[in-house]
């Protein structure tokens, strides 16, 4: 069975901290990756994802997620960080599979 | 275009009951899927319709079913309510089974 395991359930930080979300899923077979956000009170948006080809994959408001193959990771990252951030981030294998969500929260 | 449509936004049913939520995909969308929300559980994975037959079916019991008609529009249906089955309810729409989704508001059901 696939499943996927989000390291951090709340991270607290403060504005220009850098960010770092764990990942790691387990599934045997070929993966679509993404990483979703859900800002309060609207609704869960794609964040960015992967499919195959360059592993350092780029998405919206300056997020980016590294796919290790062999660590069967794909952790989300942000250099510096704003209060927007303030959000739930889930990963997700496919459609089938979503992490139990990582709530951050951006302290100004 | 429009967004992921679902009515109704809330419902508030009893024990035992059955409930039919609906949710109207993007336009041109042919994947449908549901999924169930609760605090700590993360999103849980309900089932997938893609031209009108169902794909994917998570672990849930039989009294979660669903359909797609020929629009794409899809509805689920959960019978003989039960106190956990309170929930958002969320529906999501994609262009083919593999490529990202775009989510609707979701349905807040309380079973009470």
């Known amino acids: 069975a696939q499943s996927v395991s989000q390291h951090n359930h709340h991270v607290i930080l403060s504005e220009a901290a850098s960010l770092e979300l764990g990942c790691n899923y387990s599934y045997g077979g070929t993966v679509n990756l993404f990483w979703y956000v859900q800002y309060p009170g609207q609704h869960l948006q794609l964040l960015l994802k992967?499919?195959?080809?360059?592993?350092l994959v780029k998405g919206i408001k300056g997020f980016e997620a590294e796919f290790i193959k062999s660590k069967f990771s794909f952790n989300l990252r942000k250099p510096s960080v704003q209060w927007s951030d303030t959000a739930e981030y889930f990963c997700a294998v496919r459609k089938l599979s979503f992490g139990a969500g990582t709530t951050v929260t951006v302290r100004a | 275009k429009a967004g992921v449509t679902q009515t109704p936004r809330y419902l508030i049913k009893t024990r035992g009951q059955q409930v039919t939520l609906s949710c109207s995909p993007i336009s041109g969308h042919r994947s449908v899927s549901w999924y169930q929300q609760t605090p700590g559980q993360g999103l849980q994975f309900l089932f997938e319709y893609f031209s009108e037959t169902q794909r994917n079916k998570g672990n849930f019991p039989g009294r979660f079913s669903g359909r797609q008609f020929s629009n794409s529009r899809s509805e689920m249906n959960v019978s003989t309510l039960e106190l956990g089955d309170s929930a958002l309810y969320l529906c999501?729409?994609?262009?083919?089974?593999?490529?990202?989704?775009?989510f609707g508001p979701g349905t807040r059901l309380t079973v009470t």
């Open positions: 992967y499919f195959s080809g360059d592993p």
């Open positions: 999501a729409s994609s262009f083919h089974r593999y490529y990202e989704q775009y």
